[in-house]
T-cell receptor, first 113, second 113 residues
Framework: ETGVTQTPRHLVMGMTNKKSLKCEQHLGHNAMYWYKQSAKKPLELMFVYNFKEQTENNSVPSRFSPECPNSSHLFLHLHTLQPEDSALYLC????????????FGPGTRLLVL | AQSVSQHNHHVILSEAASLELGCNYSYGGTVNLFWYVQYPGQHLQLLLKYFSGDPLVKGIKGFEAEFIKSKFSFNLRKPSVQWSDTAEYFCAVSAGGSYIPTFGRGTSLIVHP
């Protein structure tokens, strides 16, 4: 247990559905991240938030929409996804952007049909 | 932009064998270096990190890594592996003004009892 939780752990959705992934960290960290982990590919950074402000959007398609209402919570809103978006979505947090040790959640396994 | 190469994608060892996993990066300036591990069904967690100082870094569970600046390398080692070391190992590097780590593709290690 790293202090970073993610829900749901598994999600199956159709291409016309709208769903949201939730991440919560109990570590008092200021920075939070979304990553995509696909088979046989490096971990891909998607978004970075620092003190609730988005500091990085790594050319992510607009069908992925992040939201960070406070430093402890991070959401990833999904709509009109494609089958190639099926992957493990990982949330991570760090104390701040200078201290780069990241603490990862267990991930949400997403399958888009 | 920096890149991270992990040349060994799959490694299979017997218990008590020695382990060395390669990690090379492409940035010539100051770097911060990380090894993360993902055990089957578990979240990514930090194994060890190098920010500065002694280039030989000791981490958890008997792992160590050596930063060789002239070779742009940060190889992970363990003198005697155990079955419980079966996992996916990821090298990550952050460099220069980019505070976000770039991850390698990962190395899958299987240790036979």
């Amino acid at each position: 247990e790293t202090g970073v939780t993610q829900t749901p752990r598994h999600l199956v959705m159709g291409m016309t559905n709208k769903k949201s992934l939730k991440c919560e960290q109990h570590l008092g960290h200021n920075a939070m991240y979304w990553y995509k982990q696909s088979a046989k590919k490096p971990l891909e950074l998607m978004f970075v938030y620092n003190f609730k402000e988005q500091t990085e959007n790594n050319s992510v398609p607009s069908r992925f929409s992040p939201e960070c209402p406070n430093s402890s919570h991070l959401f990833l809103h999904l709509h009109t996804l494609q089958p190639e978006d099926s992957a493990l979505y990982l949330c991570a947090s760090s104390q701040d952007l200078v201290d780069e040790t990241q603490y990862f959640g267990p991930g949400t396994r997403l399958l888009v049909l | 932009a920096q890149s991270v190469s992990q040349h060994n994608h799959h490694v299979i060892l017997s218990e008590a064998a020695s382990l060395e996993l390669g990690c090379n990066y492409s940035y010539g300036g100051t770097v911060n270096l990380f090894w993360y591990v993902q055990y089957p069904g578990q979240h990514l967690q930090l194994l060890l990190k190098y920010f500065s100082g002694d280039p030989l870094v000791k981490g958890i569970k008997g792992f160590e890594a050596e930063f060789i600046k002239s070779k742009f390398s940060f190889n992970l080692r363990k003198p005697s592996v155990q079955w419980s070391d079966t996992a996916e190992y990821f090298c990550a590097v952050s460099a220069g003004g980019s505070y976000i780590p770039t991850f390698g593709r990962g190395t899958s290690l299987i240790v036979h009892p």
